[in-house]
């Protein structure tokens, strides 16, 4: 772990007010149904963003849940992965006029892993100890400790046994591919999940103060000679119901319903 790195906000005992933020629809379609939640307008002065919220009422077995979706990029027509997306739909998130803030947030969605780390299609982690980016290189004197990105999780361990979840720090960057130097960063930092939006929505979450998390499941390998494209498509609908499984589990455990 880096040194230096901010101290993580403590996550309450029993938490009651939960955000999840994610990147696609697809990704967020079984745990949409799951909570049935209710759809919001975004605050008058995100307007024109393209996120999508919906809040699930605290019951008596999880938290209030905050769905925010990134929504549909209207030039592209894809949905908007990725971490410009991310942190705008976390800025959103973490200052809706009418509501307290959540007291967790957590990024949820897939991700790769890697053969040489252990990890299988379907895996699902946990993010520990850290985030990072492994895209950003700016060799100017103090400016690399930015790009490199590295924030602190929430600590979530004590519910990765009983969800049968992984630890792993979550690597971000805004490529589905890894490049050459892309694998060299990674190798220097550890990165055991790899995808496109923890680390900006875990910025946005130290600038407030809010403890930020992450559960990601597994779609591809990068060190698979299979393309990466490829196996994300075929793995996208599996994945996308383990998430639901794992996060509705993971609710339970921190509204302190099950320990
Ligand atoms: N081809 C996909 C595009 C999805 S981009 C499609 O057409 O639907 C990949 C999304 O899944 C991002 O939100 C990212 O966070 C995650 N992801 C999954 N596997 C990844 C990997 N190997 N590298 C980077 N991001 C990955």
New binding site residues.
Partial sequence: MPESLPTEPVIPRSVRRVALVM??E??AAPLRTALDPTAIDLPGWAAGLPARLAVAPATGRRPEVLLAV?GVDPVSG??C??TTA?ALTTQVVLNLDDRPRPELVLSV?????WVRAGARIGDTFLAWPHFSCHDRRIPLPGFQALGDGDLPAADLRSHAAPLGCRLGIVT??D????SPTDRVRILENGGEV?????AAVAWVCHLHGVPVGAV?S?????DSPVA??E???DN?AA?SASLRRTTMALLERLSGATT
């Fill in positions: 990147a696609m697809v990704e990134n894809v949905a992965v990725g991310a969605g897939t991700a790769g892993g971000t960057g490529s589905l591919d890894e790899k995808e496109m939006e923890a990601k597994i779609t591809d390998l990068v990466t494209p196996q994300f498509t996208l994945a």
